[in-house]
């Protein structure tokens, strides 16, 4: 199956990785992904004006008219900016995040196990969009503390999953996101596990020795295309 593809900034930017390995996985489980022609930014949490923001993806969508049904979004701005939109004009497309479509996939039980997880512990981070609102929140919750019991890792942070980090105020009150980034790493133990590129950074910045890695990384450490984490 071929999904529409809208990277944004910061996917061909500071969180390329997080592209690359997208697009590892769904060409793993026999999805391709095609991007956008021509997008551009959505204006992610930055942009003041809320109508002038939802624009900016309303714009985004008129690219892929006649180009894709189905868009993933992996950074959560653009996911949770695109939905808006298409709820806004009529809902023409299905707006989807990695995080939905690997529960789609059964990530948890069609993977060939080639890494457990045995004696490992993590924190499964999701951030203040992923989770909320109800209207354009992921479906599962729970799916990366799924992920990691069913492979043998251990979870803790679950009071903390769906704060803030700050992320978003890094380079205007860096202050800010120092302090709300430690209330989640002061409270938590062991690796970070993330999806946004914005908790990725803000939490890497302040996390000191702790681990901070993507979601991608981990589900591709247990199916064996890298050895370590």
């Not at 990695?98 to 004696?119: A, M, N, Q, R």
Request: contains cysteine; charged residues 25%; negative net charge.
């Amino acid at each position: 199956m071929e999904y529409g593809y809208y990277p944004g900034c910061s996917l061909i930017g500071s969180a390329h990785r997080l592209n690359s390995t997208t697009k590892k996985i769904f060409k793993r489980f026999g999805h391709d992904l095609k991007e956008i022609p021509d997008w551009h930014c959505c204006g992610a949490f930055e942009y003041g004006n809320k109508n002038e923001l939802t624009d900016f993806s309303k714009s985004n969508l008129k690219k892929a008219h006649g180009f894709c049904n189905d868009i993933v979004a992996p950074c959560p701005a653009c996911y949770k900016n695109l939905k808006e939109a298409n709820q806004d004009d009529g809902g023409s497309f299905s707006i989807l995040h990695p995080l939905d479509v690997f529960e789609y996939f059964d990530i948890v039980e069609s993977i060939d196990i080639k890494h457990d997880l045995e004696g490992r512990l993590f924190t499964p981070y999701y951030g203040c969009v992923l989770l909320r609102p109800k209207e354009t929140a992921i479906k599962n919750k729970d799916i990366m503390e799924n992920f990691i019991t069913r492979f043998g890792g251990d979870v803790d942070g679950e009071k903390v999953k769906d704060r803030c980090c700050g992320g978003n105020q890094f380079f205007i009150n860096r202050w800010a996101t120092e302090k709300l980034s430690r209330l989640i790493i002061d409270n938590t133990h062991g690796d970070l596990v993330v999806f946004c590129p914005l908790c990725h950074m803000a939490l890497k910045t302040f996390s000191e020795n702790r681990k901070v890695i993507y979601f991608n990384d981990l589900l591709l450490y247990v199916m064996g295309e890298t050895d370590k984490l």
